[in-house]
Nanobody, 124 residues
Framework: EVQLVESGGGSVQAGGSLRLSCTVS????????MGWYRQAPGSECESVST???????FYTDSVKGRFTISRDDTKNTLYLQMRFLEPEDTAMYYC??????????????????WGQGTQVTVSS
């Protein structure tokens, strides 16, 4: 059974930085691709960033140049380095494992397993 535990969320002022971590146990070959999602109150869940087992990445437009996704497979850990945070980044952030596919040249993750989420709050 794959289990994911996120950490690293918190409250920061606009312009600040946070690094989210997601530790995975029970890793399987079929779920070796990973990503970060977020959901703000009253909004739909949004894919923020994805990284495949081969290192291919995707970023939603609003975070390009500010967020960096990475993974350390020796530690079974996924990271999201977030810089220049904006109030619009306030949301619950979830990590997920699943399987990536190429959709029109864009890396797309179909998630199978989710973490419990970590809250990020950015004040202006």
């Amino acid at each position: 059974e794959v289990q994911l535990v996120e950490s690293g969320g918190g409250s920061v002022q606009a312009g600040g930085s946070l690094r989210l971590s997601c530790t995975v146990s029970g890793f399987t070959h079929d779920e070796a691709d990973m990503g970060w999602y977020r959901q703000a109150p009253g909004s739909e869940c949004e894919s923020v960033s994805t990284i495949s087992r081969d290192g291919a990445t995707f970023y939603t437009d609003s975070v390009k140049g500010r967020f960096t996704i990475s993974r350390d497979d020796t530690k079974n850990t996924l990271y999201l380095q977030m810089r220049f945070l904006e109030p619009e980044d306030t949301a619950m952030y979830y990590c997920a494992t699943g399987k990536c596919s190429d959709v029109g040249g864009v890396v797309h993750l179909t998630p199978s397993t989710w973490g419990q989420g970590t809250q990020v709050t950015v004040s202006s």
